[in-house]
T-cell receptor
Framework: QKEVEQNSGPLSVPEGAIASLNCTYSDRGSQSFFWYRQYSGKSPELIMSIYSNGDKEDGRFTAQLNKASQYVSLLIRDSQPSDSATYLCAVMAFGNRDDKIIFGKGTRLHILP | ETGVTQTPRHLVMGMTNKKSLKCEQHLGHNAMYWYKQSAKKPLELMFVYSLEERVENNSVPSRFSPECPNSSHLFLHLHTLQPEDSALYLC??????????????FGPGTRLLVL
């Protein structure tokens, strides 16, 4: 059973601080990794995708991937109240008929004003 | 606005009703998906279509019946649902099923309540 694990939170972070969200996955064949943000009552929206080991930065967001340790993280610098949402980690392996994108349950992030 | 639209946005139905959910993508993508999102659970993949051919069915009950008449439209036909089927049903599309084109873009969802 392929799994994606996230701490459900809530994770409370003061405004202006760095929020760190972590995700681990079980399938070593995973190749594609995504972070989605979902506001309450809304559908998920893609924030970051990462495919190679290391860091990928986009504005205040940095995704970090370590395939050897099977974890992917999302850092949010200078956290804002508008960052308060549930963050979904998604992982996909491809190359065979069984590949599909698998989502974690999400981590609720609360930025404290 | 992600280029993926869903109708209706809200739906209340009885257990004996028949209804359909509609999804349309304006992105020129080749793959479309139906997901179910229930409280406290991860997104559950229900169906995957690639170029109008169903390639994934995650053991979804037969009371859910998908239809993909072309690469831009996806339907989910609902029949004799149960109260536990109440959830947010999300449609998504991606350029391709595999490789770098698999980033999925979600529609706004249909909030379904089964009485």
């Amino acid at each position: 059973q392929k799994e994606v694990e996230q701490n459900s939170g809530p994770l409370s972070v003061p405004e202006g601080a760095i929020a760190s969200l972590n995700c681990t996955y079980s399938d070593r064949g995973s190749q594609s990794f995504f972070w989605y943000r979902q506001y309450s009552g809304k559908s998920p929206e893609l924030i970051m995708s990462i495919y190679s080991n290391g860091d990928k930065e986009d504005g205040r967001f940095t995704a970090q991937l370590n395939k050897a340790s099977q974890y992917v993280s999302l850092l949010i610098r200078d956290s804002q109240p508008s960052d308060s949402a549930t963050y979904l980690c998604a992982v996909m392996a491809f190359g065979n008929r069984d590949d599909k994108i698998i989502f974690g349950k999400g981590t609720r992030l609360h930025i404290l004003p | 606005e992600t280029g993926v639209t869903q109708t209706p946005r809200h739906l209340v139905m009885g257990m004996t009703n028949k209804k359909s959910l509609k999804c349309e993508q304006h992105l020129g993508h080749n793959a479309m998906y139906w997901y179910k999102q229930s409280a406290k659970k991860p997104l559950e993949l229900m169906f995957v279509y690639s170029l109008e051919e169903r390639v994934e069915n995650n053991s979804v009950p037969s009371r859910f019946s998908p239809e993909c008449p072309n690469s831009s439209h996806l339907f989910l036909h609902l029949h004799t649902l149960q109260p536990e089927d109440s959830a947010l049903y999300l449609c998504a599309s991606s350029q391709d099923l595999r490789g770098r084109g698999e980033t999925q873009y979600f529609g706004p969802g249909t909030r379904l309540l089964v009485l």
